[in-house]
Structures are given as structure tokens and as C-alpha cells.
């Protein structure tokens, strides 16, 4: 009997194994297919414009006689709209986690929790209506214009992030060892001085890691900005002014694209998964030298 479940137990470690196996091998293919035919279909375009006409000039008229593939407005509005949801969101969210991880009592933990839930559960779409409805109207009364604009789509950006922002960092200050809390306390430190001093570099990782999954959800997010951002193909000079990102620019033509500028459009999907792709191991790279600075010094 132990032979045989000394036996049955290494087919079932041997067939978890192989499962696990496949599904990795199943994602790492998916990634690959899909880059694969993303550029097999966009780098087409540039044996008829070049690199920097593509990426520095302002001039998109897809659909002109002499046709223009222009996408630095995109570019701009992309990082423009990005950066401002996170210097909105990430102070706001990481707040609210570390509130949630070390401050908020039982019920009150519980509440916000099944609430940051319902906000992460949320369509983009109810998320474009409510700006609509709100934001807009509140950007038009405070800057003028139609209230369309960078600012409104920034606003909804940071509200979209802000889950998973909260949720990375609450789970990862929860995780910090709790010798390390009790060490900080038995010095005589305050509780602020243990979160500032201690949890917020213990927890630095995940933290670093939810930012980074927030902008990405920030930077590949349409429907949402498509609504409240204006959707004009103008470089933005203000956070008054309409704006295209690049998935709106890719969202609104493929409808009726075809030709060059069908092939335009996957070359702006290229140029968004290299953004997003160079982002997160620019940040990563910088969280690790850190990391390492730190364990030097101690």
C-alpha cells in the first residue's frame, strides 16, 4: 500500500507539474504570437515613410490625397495623460493602502475594501458616463473650454488605477515581517517613523510593482479616455486642451482603415507595446540598483 501511494503520489506531482508547464509555455506563446503578428503587420509602413516622419511629426491625414502618418500628438497626449493620472493617483492610492494595512480597524478595513473591490469591478465605460456626467462639467467651469480635455481624461485615469495601486500596496505592507515592525517599536519609534521608516522600504517592491501595473493600465485604457478626453488629433498645450492617445487613435480609425493607413494603425500599436514594454524594465532596473544600493549599506 505505501509502494502504491508513494506511486500514485509521484503521477499526481508528475501530472501537476507538467499542467503547470503547459500553461506557462501557453502564455509565453501568447505574448510571442501576438508580437509577432503586431509588427509582421506595422513595420510594413516604414518602406514608405521613415522612423523619425513617423514618430516627430504632427501631420496625421491618413485619408489625404498626399497622405500624412504623423503620430507625435498621440505620443505626447499618451504620456501627458499618463504621467498626470499617476502624480494624482499614486500618493492618493499608496495612502489609502498603507491606511488600510496598518490603521483602519475591522469594519471600517472591511468597508473600504468591498468598496475598492466594486471600483476595480467597474466597466470603463460607467467610468467615461460618469465623466460625462461629472468631470467634464467640473473641468469646464474650472478652466473654460468644453471640459473636454487632458485633465478630465487624467481624472478618470487616476480613479481607474487607484485599485490596484491600493491593493498592491496594502498586500505588500502586510507582508513585511513583523519582526521588523516590533524591532522599529522596541527602539522607540513611533508608529509614523515604523511606517515612513520601515514598512514603506520593506514594502518597496510591491509597491513599485502595483505603480507600474497601474500606468500600464493607464496608458492602454480607451474607452474610458475616448469619452471625456475630446479625441482632437492636436498636440496638447494644456491640461484644458482636447486630446488623441494612441489606443483612441488606433480605436477611432480602425473602423474604417484600410491600406497604409490600416498598416498605420498596427505601427502605433507597436509603438505603444515598446512604450509600455521599455516603462516597465526602466522601472524595474531602477528598483532593483536601489535594492541593491540598500542591501550595500547595510
Known amino acids: 500500500m505505501n509502494k502504491t501511494a508513494a506511486k500514485q503520489q509521484k503521477i499526481r506531482e508528475w501530472c501537476l507539474e507538467k499542467t503547470f508547464l503547459v500553461c506557462a509555455l501557453i502564455s509565453i506563446s501568447s505574448v510571442i504570437l501576438m508580437s509577432v503578428f503586431i509588427f509582421r503587420q506595422g513595420l510594413p509602413l516604414f518602406t514608405k515613410i521613415s522612423l523619425p516622419d513617423f514618430l516627430f511629426s504632427t501631420n496625421w491625414t491618413p485619408t489625404a490625397e498626399h497622405p500624412g502618418f504623423g503620430i507625435l500628438s498621440f505620443i505626447t497626449g499618451s504620456l501627458y495623460v499618463t504621467f498626470l493620472s499617476l502624480v494624482i493617483a499614486v500618493p492618493v492610492g499608496i495612502s489609502a493602502g498603507i491606511f488600510l494595512a496598518e490603521m483602519a480597524g475591522r469594519r471600517t478595513g472591511t468597508f473600504l475594501r468591498n468598496a475598492v473591490e466594486l471600483l476595480a469591478g467597474i466597466p470603463s465605460v460607467i467610468y467615461g458616463l460618469f465623466g460625462i456626467s461629472f468631470i467634464v462639467p467640473l473641468v469646464r467651469n474650472t478652466l473654460g473650454g468644453s471640459g473636454y480635455s487632458v485633465l478630465s481624461a487624467a481624472l ?130 531602477i528598483l532593483k540598483s536601489s535594492m541593491k544600493e540598500q542591501k550595500g549599506s547595510l
Open 156 to 285: 478618470i485615469l487616476a480613479i481607474m488605477t487607484l485599485p490596484t495601486i491600493i491593493n498592491m500596496t496594502e498586500v505588500s505592507v502586510r507582508n513585511v515581517p513583523r519582526d521588523l515592525r516590533e524591532g522599529s517599536y522596541a527602539l522607540g519609534a513611533t508608529k509614523w517613523q515604523t511606517i515612513t521608516g520601515v514598512l514603506i522600504p520593506a514594502a518597496r517592491s510591491g509597491i513599485v510593482t502595483g505603480v507600474v501595473l497601474g500606468m500600464g493600465r493607464a496608458m492602454g485604457e480607451t474607452m474610458a479616455v475616448l469619452l471625456v478626453g475630446g479625441n482632437a488629433p492636436v498636440m496638447p498645450e494644456g491640461l484644458s486642451s482636447m486630446v488623441r492617445t494612441l489606443t483612441m487613435n488606433i480605436i477611432t480609425d480602425m473602423a474604417y482603415a484600410e491600406g497604409d493607413h490600416l498598416t498605420s494603425l498596427f505601427t502605433t500599436a507597436i509603438v505603444l507595446f515598446v512604450f509600455i514594454l521599455a516603462l516597465n524594465l526602466i522601472i524595474q532596473l
